[in-house]
């Protein structure tokens, strides 16, 4: 390709989107690396807006871990917005990386990063914009390998069709047998399908090609078979064993403008076994594993040398479980307070101990805590096993309001397995409960912050098997909340069922959906996630050009026995232990944390 | 003992498309990577006591920002400007740096006139260069486009829609034109030299006033680049004050 669009687009496009800074690239920390020609050139793709992609840790991660290789260069593309798409389409201009402005489709290896279902058709219509065939089958020797990775890979079966090559689990080691794999593969100039082959025996690799599935006549899987033996039966996810020293991005790039997440992100400790029963993050980042107190001072320590941000926020699943979660703060909190740098802890658990955390770090502006209590009644909240109980949650409250809090964010899941109109009720007393305790201990009205998401039966999951509640009863509950949560200190943020409902269907997805999601792609669907273009009509349309469904894969409850689609993923939880803890929810039941209780037999240690 | 310090600055390639607000990000956060000493406010939000000259719209560059700096411990100028510049994005760089008095007005209040370069670019060409007469065809059309100029400013009122967060605002942008004139003249190529009001009603983008002479001149002229050249406290390039 021989147009320049470095000077296209700072001549003429800049000037005609808003928010042109999302294109530019030459951020703080932004890495141009001289190559030769034996350079594996990778770009790492995030389907969605700068601001999203570069708040995602697990892309900077891999950034800095391609480009300390000699023989090895990333760099980035994100998803254009649709002005800048038009832009593009009209003028015929690929699009680019923002280190070098080449085409997606003049790298080596192309990298997606997948968060969820709702931004598949964004891959779709970036390879597309990359002058890239969509289908994996009709790529030919000269167009880049196609990978995809991160959370949203676990039931990769919807994009089988269009990615080459899914990585199951974390990619800090991985990434680099690719790239030695790939460099030898391109010094011999074999053909794609023995780099494939090749690729194949890599432990955490799946190449949905290598794989036939065949179907019942009712539509469920009847078998999911390798073509060879020699393809892996089970692909397992890839785990970190030594997650302490592990790499870390030491110079994650500074942002030019406004991204979600706009500071510096330490990992304190990945993985969760609180066990809530609907959290698919919960299972398939496990096991629990830490970083040492002195190595995330250490951190810190670097990255804020290097970036200069005035927040250091502690991530992980649920914060206040790092086993020394007091020792950390303090220090950070000292270390760091002569210069302007303050410590966040988001993903706080609903206890006191919780709450005297928040307030140590806390820099005196109050501006609200979150609280997830998910239902109305302590009976759903035993059957998803969000182990609180009613009177921590009221207690964890007071606490919050008698530090000073004067704004309260709630969660809340409607729509989740044995719900009934009862623990929707109880939801509107819980808010008014909280309420009420808010203007007695502060003397006047609170803000309370409520946010309703719907329940989306995810992989790998406890509640794999169970049905996303219709679409009608769902809206019909979220009307009922809406309106009678309407006082004025109370604001009331919800979904948008349909955006749940898709989710949902590709959240447990298989194969067939290719056809729909490349259907989809040409009827202009994008943005999933994004209400101002989210496209619903054309995703029925869709489906019903393909064949298939929406209520199969949405609203239907699995059998125990039935091939799921993604049986042949696994990330390394037990489908017995599983269905265990599906069945004790039904029940009631609940199962303790392995950290603070007995082993259950998860299978992951 | 506390120091303040006025520092130049040019915003050139890729920073002129990112917003004031974004700026003060991007400076905020070079000056702790530099390790400046400056003074933290006291409050429920520590910030850094940096204040900045008028806002320069997004998309437009410029060869002279300003920057007041409050440290808490003195250090060379020369030492802060070296060590800014080695920790700056690209397209942002300090040119000088000088001590004023402590007690100085804020850059905001003070600055009240600002110079601007428009470069448009014809559709077309201007006129036929291959024509033997070029040189004083050339001549000839930038008189015409001067007094076009002065007409323009002789207008009673110039009135502009401005739209807002509230909606469509009509206003007279007249009292805000100091001057306005032909620098540079190309076959493809017109360049214009503008200068604005600056202050307390507010600072006008200069696309405003080239939009509005453009619809009155009727030429196949589009902007292709604005560069804020010059900004001024009573007469005076602000670093000369």
């Given amino acids: 390709m021989d147009i320049n669009i470095k000077k296209i687009l700072f001549e003429e496009l800049l000037d005609k989107v808003e928010k042109p800074g999302r294109y530019t690239g030459k951020e703080y920390n932004e890495i141009i690396k001289r190559e030769k020609k034996s350079t594996i050139k ?191 039966s089970v692909i397992k ?155 921590d949650l009221y207690s964890s409250i007071r606490a919050a309001f008698q530090a000073g809090w004067r704004k309260i964010k709630l969660y809340f899941m409607i729509g989740l397995p044995t719900e009934t109109d009862e623990d929707v009720e109880e939801i509107i007393k819980l808010v008014n409960k909280v309420d009420r305790m808010g203007r007695e201990i502060m003397g006047r009205k609170i803000n309370i912050n409520i946010s309703v998401s719907a329940f989306v039966p995810k992989s790998h999951t406890p509640f794999q098997w169970e049905a996303q509640e219709a679409r009608k009863s769902l809206s019909k509950k979220i009307g009922y909340l809406k309106d009678r949560l309407n006082g004025r200190n109370i604001s009331f943020s919800y979904p948008d069922i349909d955006h749940s409902y898709l989710e949902a269907v590709f959240a447990r997805g298989d194969r067939r959906l290719g056809e729909v999601l490349e259907r989809a792609h040409y009827l202009g669907c994008k943005f999933d996630a994004w209400r101002e273009e989210f496209k619903f009509e054309a995703w029925q349309q869709a489906f019903v050009d393909s064949g298939l469904s929406m209520e199969f894969y949405a609203n239907r409850i699995l059998e125990d026995n039935e091939i799921l689609p993604w049986e042949h993923i696994s990330c390394g939880i037990k489908k017995e232990y599983l269905l265990k803890e599906k069945k004790k929810a039904l029940k009631g039941e609940t199962t303790p944390d392995c950290r603070f209780d007995s082993c259950t037999s998860c299978g992951v240690c | 003992m506390e120091q303040l310090i006025r520092v130049k600055y040019s915003k050139e390639e890729p920073i002129r498309y990112i917003s004031h607000l974004n700026l003060v990000q991007v400076f905020t956060r070079a000056i702790r ?5 400056v003074v933290i406010s006291c409050g429920f939000n520590p910030r850094f006591r940096i204040s900045f000259g008028p806002p320069l719209p997004l998309g437009i560059s410029s060869s002279s920002e300003y920057l007041d700096i409050r440290l808490k411990k003195r250090i060379k100028t020369e030492e802060l400007v070296d060590r800014l510049n080695r920790v700056l994005p690209k397209g942002l760089k300090i040119l000088e740096a000088k001590i004023i008095p402590s007690s100085a007005d804020s850059l905001v209040k003070v600055i009240d006139r600002a110079s601007y370069l428009i470069n448009l670019k014809s559709r077309g060409s201007l006129l036929n260069l291959e024509d033997d007469n070029g040189k004083s065809k050339l001549k000839e059309l930038e008189r015409e486009i001067d007094k076009d100029i002065k007409n323009f400013l002789r207008l009673e009122e110039i009135m502009v829609e ?80």
């Fill in chain 1, 237 to 391: 996810k890839r785990i970190i064993s030594n997650f302490d020293q592990v790499f870390y991005p030491l110079y994650p790039i500074v942002p030019n403008i406004d991204v979600v997440h706009d500071r510096i992100t330490l990992e304190i400790f990945r993985g969760c076994t609180r066990g809530c029963r609907f959290c698919q993050a919960g299972i398939i980042y496990r096991p629990v594993r830490e970083k040492s107190v002195g190595t995330l001072v250490k951190l810190a320590d670097e990255i804020l040398a290097h970036t200069g941000y005035e927040e250091i926020s502690l991530s992980s699943l649920s914060s206040s479980d790092y086993s020394e979660i007091e020792r950390l703060i303090t220090q950070l909190v000292d270390r760091f307070k002569e210069k302007g740098v303050g410590v966040s802890l988001p993903s706080l658990r609903i206890d006191t101990f919780s709450v005297a955390l928040a307030q140590q770090v806390q820099r005196v502006r109050k501006t609200g805590l979150t609280f997830a209590p998910e239902v109305g009644t302590q009976r759903l909240r035993d059957v998803i096993n969000k182990n609180v109980q009613e009177e």
């Fill in chain 2, 162 to 241: 401005k739209s807002t967060k509230k909606g469509v605002k009509r206003m007279d942008i007249k009292p805000s034109i100091l001057d306005m004139s032909v620098k540079k003249i190309q076959h493809q190529f017109l360049e214009l030299n503008l200068s604005l009001n600056m202050g307390q009603e507010g600072n006008l983008n200069p696309q405003y006033v080239i939009k509005a002479w453009l619809s009155h001149f009727g030429n196949n002229l589009d902007i292709k680049k604005i560069c804020r050249y010059g900004l001024y406290i009573k007469g005076k390039e602000v670093m000369e004050d």
């Fill in chain 1, 42 to 232: 990778v770009v790492l793709a995030f389907p969605d807006l700068y601001e999203i992609g570069m708040s995602y840790l697990g892309f900077k991660i891999l950034y800095e871990i391609i480009n300390k290789r000699d023989d090895a260069l990333a760099e980035r593309i994100f998803s254009p917005a649709v002005d800048m798409e038009n832009l593009l389409r009209e003028r015929q201009i690929p699009v680019f990386s923002l280190e070098t402005y080449r085409a997606l489709n003049s790298f080596d290896l192309v990298g997606f990063t997948i968060q969820n279902e709702l931004c598949f058709s964004n891959i779709l219509n970036l390879l597309d914009l990359g002058g890239i065939p969509l289908r994996s089958t009709a790529r030919k020797e000269e167009d880049p390998l196609i990978i995809a990775g991160g959370p949203g890979t676990f039931n990769p079966e919807p994009l089988s069709y269009f990615i080459d090559l899914f990585v199951i689990g974390e990619g800090e080691e991985i990434i680099g047998e690719i790239i030695e794999v790939y460099k030898r593969w391109k010094e011999k100039k074999q053909s794609r399908s023995k780099l494939l082959e090749k690729l194949g025996h890599l432990e955490g690799v799946y190449i949905p090609s290598h794989y036939n599935v065949d179907y019942l006549e009712d539509g469920k899987v009847k078998s999911i078979t390798p073509k060879k033996e020699a393809y892996h």
């Fill in chain 2, 33 to 37: 990577r530099a390790n400046i000493p």
